[in-house]
Every structure is written in C-alpha cells, then in structure tokens.
DNA sequence: AACCTTTTGATTGCACACAATTAAATTTTC
DNA sequence: GAAAATTTAATTGTGTGCAATCAAAAGGTT
C-alpha cells in the first residue's frame, strides 16, 4: 500500500478560538468605545494617541512619534496635518536636518489635556475589568508585541 | 484656608503603560504578520477572515458575516465585491427575502483552503508563544469582548 | 387593504493604515 | 571634497472601518 501523498490536514481553526481574531475584534471594539468619550474633545483614538506623547514630551519629531505609536508617515502626516488645521499642534522643519519635522503642541491642544482628565479612569469602567487584570494582561501582551515589532 | 476647588488630577497613563494602546499595537502587528503569509493567496487579513467562515459555512448573509466578524455593510459589502471580482465568491439576494444577500463560496474560493491549510501554524510561530499561551490568553480576552459587544 | 415599524444592505463621506515610490538632506566612504 | 549610501517625510494608491443616511422589503396593526 503506497503511502498517502497529500495526507488529510487538520482543519483550519474556528474564527472563534483564535487569538488573533479576539484581538483585532477588540481593538476594534476598544477604539469605538474611546471614540464614544472622546467626541466631547472631537478627536479620534489615534489622534488622542499622539496627544498623550505631546502633553508628555512637548515637542517631538514625526519620526519620534511614528516609533512609539508604530505607525509610519503614511498614516501621520495626514492626521498630523487634520490636527494642524485645528490649531492643537504646530509642523515645522527642524533647524539643524531640514528632513525631519517638528511636532510641538500648541495652547489649544495643551487645554484638552484637562478635559481628557477622566478618561482613562471612565474607558475602565467601560471594559469592565480591574486594575490588577488590566496590568497582568498587559504584562502578557508584551513579548508578543515584542517578538512582531523585531521582523 | 479654602478647600481646593480644582484638586490636581493623577497624571495620564503613559502610553507604554496602557492596555488599550498594546491590543491596538499587536492588532496591527498581527494583521502585518497575516499579510505576508497571506501574500501567496493574494487575500488580505479581512478578507482571510471572511474565506474561514465561507470555508465553514458555504453560504452566509452578509448580515451574518458581520455578527461573525463584527463588521458592518460598510465595511463588508465593498470588501465582498472585490472578492467578487476575483471569482472566490458569490453575491445573490434571497429569494425568500429580497433585503438579504447571500454570499457563497465559489470552487475558486474553496481552492484557497488547500493553500492556507499551514498559515496558522506558521503565525503561531510568529508570534513565538506555546499554543497553551495562546490558550490562556485568549480566554482572558473573551470577557472583554463580551464586556464590549453589549454596549 | 392601507399604514406603521422594523429589518437589511447599500451608499456616502471621512479617517485611518500601510506598501511602494519619490525627493531632499545628511552621513559615510573613499 | 566628491560620490555613494542612508535617513527622513511626503506622496500615491489601495483597502479597510465606521457613522450617518437612504431605500427597499417584510411583518405587524388596525
């Protein structure tokens, strides 16, 4: 009896027992649930991402800020722009290397940091998960982030 | 001496410390690993996702591909015409319900299961966690989403 | 039957998200 | 110092992703 060259493989997985599936439908899930408390400041999760690094560091470059967000200039520099428009941040090429551009916060985006005050405390809330879980699954997520951002 | 009307707030959460942040991260770092196992079948990650419940089902509405992948008409009808388009798929409206329209899967569709049958054990290692990780961690999500859809 | 409500997809408009390419400026190499 | 390689953003094109709106069809009410 000859051996079988095209042996049954096992089946694929089911949607709903795979990781991967979880957490991008929870990403999702996450930025819709952000967009709901951040409407009042009328700015969406990716752009309250780059506030948080500019009510930090005050200025940083685009490149700075594509490293820590992991989004390159693609997606950015037309966001960046949107929020230019508003008046919450400044673009401008930095003095000593004409390529890089120079993101600083402005008086107006400054002033939403305030308003963002209960944010973090509410999106808890709105997760429905403690502390001390919140802080363990993130521990857990590390390395896998890790192991992707390194190929 | 007059109480402090404006209390000072706990600072926000720096970005490398929030949850959110890391499942929006590895989400778009998944769905990077998915396309350049997927770029031999030509598909994208959502489009992926839409193949295994085809593969599962044969024949779904679109109204039940979304509750599946918790994706709306706006998002799905677009992606399904272009899956359309390349012959994996077919759009129909029901006889019995003129709103609805079936989507079925097509023997060009169904040829891509053959092909995709190693692409979970090839992220698997990717991501570089044992299937027990993947497990655990994927039962901590599950209250989450839940937590979330109800909303 | 005529009306009302609900369900279902499609459509529209806007905002990411990223691969690939281009262009400019800097750094390295010789 | 000139040439080559590298770095940095911008641009372009494609594909999601979703809120809001629209339109058609089904089901229920009187």
Redesign the pocket.
């Known amino acids: 009896m000859p051996t079988n060259a095209f042996p049954p493989l096992p089946p694929l997985p089911r949607l709903d027992n795979q990781l991967c599936f979880s957490v991008?439908a929870l990403s999702?899930?996450i930025?819709?649930a952000y967009?709901k408390l951040l409407e009042g400041l009328d700015v969406?999760?990716?752009?309250y991402l780059v506030l948080l690094l500019l009510w930090e560091h005050e200025a940083l470059?685009?490149?700075?800020l594509?490293n820590k967000l992991?989004?390159?200039?693609?997606?950015?520099?037309?966001?960046?722009k949107?929020m230019e428009q508003r008046g919450w941040l400044s673009?401008r090429r930095a003095a000593?290397?004409?390529?890089?551009?120079i993101i600083t916060i402005l008086p107006a985006g400054r002033a939403l940091e305030l308003q963002a005050r209960e944010i973090p405390l509410k999106l808890s809330v709105c997760i429905g998960i403690t502390p001390a879980q919140v802080s363990d699954l993130h521990q857990q997520l590390q390395p896998l982030i890790k192991h992707l951002i390194t190929k």
């Open positions: 991008y999702r899930l930025t819709k967009q969406t999760y990716p752009q470059t685009v490149k700075a594509g992991l989004l390159d200039s693609g997606t950015l520099t037309p966001l960046l949107r673009r000593h290397d004409e390529r890089s551009v």
